[in-house]
């Protein structure tokens, strides 16, 4: 008898230690205390008035259950658009569409391992993206959501760190240095 059969959607481009694709892994296993360095993103969504969405990651999740962080995290598929991937995540973890996503720490990388010892290690590209209305969650991913002002969030990253996943509070620290976010989400051209 074999295993399940795994397809593109259910797998992780693995990368090397420059960022260059090496292979495949099955997205379920992939994460682990021993977990290798592969490609993944993360979402900051904004409304017209410029306030960033934070949400609670639901209590099922593998890693960090409960904690706030940003609007939405995914990995590209394999041979997927990284722009594709992100607004097919933001439509299934979140119920709604984004509209002009677009990178901001297209380099941004990291390694953080949970209490329960849960290992994230991602190159993890940064996008910001327009969001008109609030989001329609699927309670398996989210737990709960907020629209907050970007400077709270910087300050939240700052002073209470332990309030949030630890990429948000490590994207925080470069988009202080960046100026970013600064009321409402930087222009493509911002990004550069």
């Not at 990651?57 to 409960?66: D, E």
């Not at 979140?94 to 941004?108: C, K, N, S, T, W």
Request: hydrophobic letters at 40%.
């Amino acid at each position: 008898m074999t295993g399940p059969i795994v397809t593109a959607a259910d797998e992780v481009v693995l990368l090397d230690d420059d960022g260059t694709p090496i292979g495949t892994f099955d997205k379920a296993l992939v994460h682990g205390p021993d977990t290798p360095l592969h490609l993944a993103f993360s979402c900051y969504l904004f409304d017209e008035r410029g306030r960033m969405l934070l949400t609670r990651r639901a209590l099922s999740k593998a890693t960090w259950p409960g904690v706030w962080t940003n609007a939405c995290c995914g990995h590209p598929r394999p041979g997927e658009d990284p722009v594709a991937a992100v607004a097919r995540r933001v439509r299934s973890e979140l119920g709604v569409e984004a509209r002009d996503i677009r990178p901001v720490l297209p380099d941004f990388r990291y390694r953080a391992v949970d209490p329960g010892g849960m290992v994230e290690h991602e190159h993890c590209p940064v996008y910001f993206a327009e969001l008109a209305g609030d989001p329609r969650p699927d309670p398996d991913e989210v737990l709960s959501w907020a629209w907050v002002e970007p400077a709270a969030f910087l300050e939240t990253a700052e002073r209470a760190p332990f309030l949030l996943s630890p990429w948000s509070v490590l994207q925080a620290e470069q988009f202080r240095r960046l100026g970013l976010p600064g009321g409402r989400a930087p222009g493509p051209t911002s990004a550069s």
